[in-house]
């Protein structure tokens, strides 16, 4: 199947605060990023064990419905204290009608009785690139950022998890630090940027081809 060009993508997401982020990311470059939501693409139902195959599906389901090639995200923390949960399940950690209030909260319970220097964890951050919804070659660009529970949230900022995730290098909170500074220490940012040099790298090659 023929590559399309890649200047308008659709962001396989529904989730605002990785919206917020990615056109935060995205705003100078010259794709034009479309949410999904625009094109009345239905929630993929992520069954996969890994982040990777989420990912992959829900970059396929969104590509599917927009007709356009998709970019999207499965991201989650891993608590080392937790044997890396919530992990690939982070978003409904809490259950049904899980949101990011009650996924803190079981968060900081289940980590009740656990010492500060063990209070260790990570967001991980996969994201998938496909240039159609049948693509036998997703690109897959990986990101990962250490930091540690706190034992109460901080700060109003960001989404998820950040209120309890504290960074080493900055003496705060993810939800204290301002956007730009989240974006360029986080497991999203990093990812991004390997996405964007490779997408880059591959746009580079399909000119050559067709010179
Ligand atoms: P989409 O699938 O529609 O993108 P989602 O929220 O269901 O939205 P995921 O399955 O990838 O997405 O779950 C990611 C969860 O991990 C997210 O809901 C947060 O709870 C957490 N998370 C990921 N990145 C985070 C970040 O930068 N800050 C705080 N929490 C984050």
Known sequence: MMRQSVHRIVLASGNPGKLREFSGL?????????????????????????????AII????ASRHSGLPALADDSGLEVDALDGAPGIYSARYS???????RNVDK?????????????TAR???????????????PLIC?????????????????????PVFYVPTH???AAELRPQIKNILSHRGQALRQLLAVLGRSEAVCRGAAQ
């Open 142 to 162: 990986q990101g990962t950022w250490e930091g540690r529970i706190l034992r109460e949230a901080r700060g109003g900022g960001g989404f998820g998890y950040d």
């Open 171 to 173: 003496c705060c909170s």
């Open 107 to 119: 968060l900081l319970a289940e980590l009740g009785s656990v010492a500060d220097p063990e209070r």
């Open 58 to 61: 829900k970059a396929r389901n």
């Open 95 to 101: 259950g049904p009608g899980s949101n990011d209030r």
């Open 26 to 54: 995205l705003g100078e470059l010259h794709y034009e990023i479309l949410p999904q939501s625009q094109f009345g693409t239905p929630e993929a139902e992520e069954t996969g064990l890994t982040f990777v195959e989420n």
């Open 123 to 137: 967001f991980q951050c996969v994201l998938v690139f496909l240039h159609h919804p049948l693509d036998p070659t």
